[in-house]
């Protein structure tokens, strides 16, 4: 298990930016990978995207493909979800997780063993 801890979110209008972070305690961050989610109040948790353990592979689901971007910094035991061009769509309650699975890149959530509390996006029209 790893302690996960998000920050970064926030009130933004249409097509503005956001920067996410999650700083991760606990097992060796760089074991992990590491994954971002959101949940809408309209909407099941859904996946973003994820970072394979060094950083070398990313994947993001369709919607939010080219305007996010996963990114860690193993050194620092940190996270980030970049997220631009926003729409009033990707407003929701952003999580990251840590898996210690022995893949490079897990899309679904009952692969993830730890989960922060999330926080707030919110992207106005």
Wanted: charged fraction near 20%.
């Amino acid at each position: 298990q790893v302690h996960l801890v998000e920050s970064g979110g926030g009130f933004v209008q249409a097509g503005g930016s956001l920067r996410l972070s999650c700083a991760a305690s606990g097992r060796t961050f760089s074991d992990a990978v590491m994954g971002w989610f959101r949940q809408s109040q309209t909407k099941e948790r859904e996946y973003v995207a994820c970072i394979s353990r060094g950083g070398s592979s990313t994947d993001y689901s369709d919607s939010v493909k080219r305007r996010f971007t996963i990114s860690r910094d193993n050194a620092a035991n940190m996270v980030y979800l970049e997220m631009n061009n926003l729409k009033p769509e990707d407003t929701a309650v952003y999580y990251c997780a840590a898996t210690f699975r022995g893949g490079v890149i897990y899309t679904l959530e009952e692969l993830y063993e730890s989960w922060g509390q999330g926080t707030q996006v919110t992207v106005s029209s």
